[in-house]
């Protein structure tokens, strides 16, 4: 087993892709993506968030990546209200970037690492250097 990720977007179609990005990279590791409203619209849909939190969790915990901030308020009311109780207190909501956090996570989760160390794997990703001085 090893921790899931759930992907947070506004927009189903990036939720998708950085799912399968990050599954692309990290073979075995659930990643589940919440993208969009039921509708096919732009937003994002607490129920929808529970549903692919309980799927993403095989005992190990879930990393929640989000895209916005609207996003943590909706992922948030998922934990509190909408998700079985034996999963909430496996659940924590990343301070990541959202791909490059979901590509780290996914890697270090597909090692064996447990929840603090793939949060944590997440939230660096957010100082890692994309443009070398001079580069640009």
Do not use: C, F, Y
């Not at 969009?36 to 692919?52: E, F, L, Q």
């Not at 659940?91 to 944590?120: H, M, T």
């Amino acid at each position: 087993m090893n921790v899931g990720l759930v992907i947070v977007s506004h927009s189903a179609d990036i939720a998708q892709g950085v799912v399968r990005l990050a599954g692309q990279m990290a073979d075995g590791v659930r990643i589940e993506a919440a993208g969009g409203t039921d509708d096919g619209g732009v937003g994002t849909d607490a129920t929808m968030i529970a549903r692919a939190i309980e799927a993403a969790d095989s005992g190990d915990g879930v990393l929640v990546l989000v895209d916005l901030g609207s996003a943590v308020l909706a992922t948030q009311l998922a934990i509190d209200e909408l998700v079985a109780a034996e999963h909430r207190g496996r659940v924590r909501i990343a301070e990541a970037p959202l791909v490059e956090g979901a590509v780290i996570g996914a890697v270090q989760a597909s090692i064996g690492a447990d929840l603090d160390e793939v949060d944590r794997a997440a939230e660096e990703a957010s100082r890692m250097r994309k443009v070398k001085n001079g580069a640009g």
